[in-house]
T-cell receptor, first 113, second 113 residues
Framework: SAVISQKPSRDICQRGTSLTIQCQVD?????MFWYRQQPGQSLTLIAT?????????ESGFVIDKFPISRPNLTFSTLTVSNMSPEDSSIYLC??????????FGSGTRLTVV | AQSVTQLGSHVSVSEGALVLLRCNYS??????LFWYVQYPNQGLQLLLK??????LVKGINGFEAEFKKSETSFHLTKPSAHMSDAAEYFC???????????FGQGTRLTINP
């Protein structure tokens, strides 16, 4: 299965600023997924990122708040924009498919103060 | 849309006892089902997956799960709990059509010495 390197592992940010999270995969993949895990909660899909096209956002998530880039088949970034304390969460990227399973990055633990 | 329900947000068992974590899904077609484990401050690790082959699926760390279509269930079991099994466990289903996961609420497993 693919190996994902996710950076940063954690960060503390001031409200109103932005943070960009990076995910690097050791093999070429078609789709990359970005999830949010709020404190004590389950994972919620933010968006699906395909190389060469706009990301597809889930209900409740918008591109202005969570812009995503997918410049090639091994890399993607998620930016959390104009942060507020409510954005404090763990953000995870994932690759894979339902036949083979999905691999997750180690996550980015974001605290907004 | 498909969904999963995990019965019991917190399960506590004694070391050496049977572990049973419950998961029920809603789907009108055979789903792809997954169990993931999340240790504190870590990402998600795939325990096992059901992809319409054998109904009894064996995973890592001695865990297994049985797909029961009549009960729309995919419960996770382990015959003898170890202290190292203490973690959060998530059941997930692959959404029909799109290659993405929908997660249950999670079950926190505590092992008592």
């Amino acid at each position: 299965s693919a190996v994902i390197s996710q950076k940063p592992s954690r960060d503390i940010c001031q409200r109103g600023t932005s943070l960009t999270i990076q995910c690097q995969v050791d093999s070429q993949v078609t789709m990359m997924f970005w999830y949010r895990q709020q404190p004590g909660q389950s994972l919620t899909l933010i968006a699906t990122a395909n190389q060469g096209s706009e990301a597809t956002y889930e209900s409740g998530f918008v591109i202005d708040k969570f812009p995503i880039s997918r410049p090639n088949l091994t890399f993607s970034t998620l930016t959390v924009s104009n942060m507020s304390p409510e954005d404090s969460s763990i953000y995870l990227c994932s690759v894979g498919d339902r036949a083979y399973g999905y691999t997750f990055g180690s996550g980015t633990r974001l605290t907004v103060v | 849309a498909q969904s999963v329900t995990q019965l019991g947000s917190h399960v506590s068992v004694s070391e050496g006892a049977l572990v049973l974590l419950r998961c029920n899904y809603s789907s009108s077609v055979p789903p792809y089902l997954f169990w993931y484990v999340q240790y504190p401050n870590q990402g998600l690790q795939l325990l096992l997956k059901y992809t319409s082959a054998a109904t009894l699926v064996k995973g890592i760390n001695g865990f297994e799960a049985e797909f029961k279509k009549s009960e729309t269930s995919f419960h996770l079991t382990k015959p003898s709990a170890h202290m190292s099994d203490a973690a959060e466990y998530f059941c997930a289903v692959s959404d029909q059509g799109a290659q993405k996961l929908v997660f249950g609420q999670g079950t926190r497993l505590t092992i008592n010495p």
